[in-house]
């Protein structure tokens, strides 16, 4: 199992960056797939998760600017996010997620790729 | 409420026993997970659902729980044991983490 993350760098306030994650191993189509963020000299943070039914979620603090996606006929799964601003910089972490097999709902991480920066600044 | 807390930091000697508590009272009724990071990489996944090991970790790494506090110990601490650990449990449709704990092998 191998996950790696591109389409990180340096973009200004308010503007836009789509993140990438290529699986090996496995399908990103029938699995739960999460991103995960940690800020400089910071914790992990939660972003957003995507269901293997294709149900989403997100983090409040990027609610209604970040979008989770896949490709379903592919390994690759995104994350489109929109009006950035400087407190998303982070190196985002793409994961595999493992379902509660009774509620469905997200549970933990059990593969992470190798994360990809995120600098927001003018 | 979803709020995990972590000592900062924990400091022991080589050989010695770890032990990082995570707290919040969504542990009594969610399970815990535990995660190594060492400096520059990825998390690791070293506990999950409080007390269970994933293959690969070693022995030395173990979970409990106790009311809205969960510890993970590691005993026979190495130099190697050195890093950030992250607790992070769920609420629904959520997850969320601990603020981290810094393990400095003395």
């Known amino acids: 199992v191998q996950l790696v993350e591109t389409g990180g760098g340096l973009i200004q306030p308010g503007g836009s960056l789509r993140l990438s994650c290529t699986a090996s191993?496995?399908?990103?189509?029938?699995?739960?797939m999460s991103w995960v963020r940690q800020a400089p000299g910071k914790g992990l943070e939660w972003v957003s998760v995507v269901y293997s039914g294709g149900r989403t979620n997100y983090a409040d603090a990027v609610k209604g600017r970040f979008t989770i996606s896949r490709d379903n006929s592919g390994d690759t799964l995104f994350l489109q996010m929109n009006s950035l601003r400087a407190e998303d910089t982070a190196v985002y972490f793409c994961?595999?997620?493992?379902?509660?097999?009774?509620?469905?709902?997200?549970?933990?991480?059990?593969?992470w790729g190798q994360g990809i920066l995120v600098t927001v600044s003018s | 409420s979803s709020e995990l807390t972590q000592p900062p930091s924990v400091s022991v000697s080589p050989g010695q026993t770890a032990r990082i508590t995570c707290s919040g009272d969504v542990l009594a009724k969610e399970y815990a997970y535990w995660y190594q990071q060492r400096s520059g990489q990825a998390p690791v996944l070293v506990i999950y659902k409080d007390t269970e090991r994933p293959s690969g970790i070693p022995e030395r790494f173990s979970g409990a729980s106790s009311g809205a506090t969960v510890t993970l110990t590691i005993s026979e601490v190495r130099a190697d044991d050195e890093g950030d650990y992250h607790c992070?449990?769920?609420?629904?449709?959520?997850?969320?983490f601990g603020g981290g704990t810094k393990l400095t092998v003395l």
């Open positions: 992070q449990s769920t609420d629904a449709s959520s997850v969320f």
């Open positions: 191993g496995f399908a990103v189509s029938t699995n739960y």
């Open positions: 994961a595999r997620t493992v379902p509660n097999a009774l509620t469905h709902h997200p549970t933990h991480f059990d593969h």
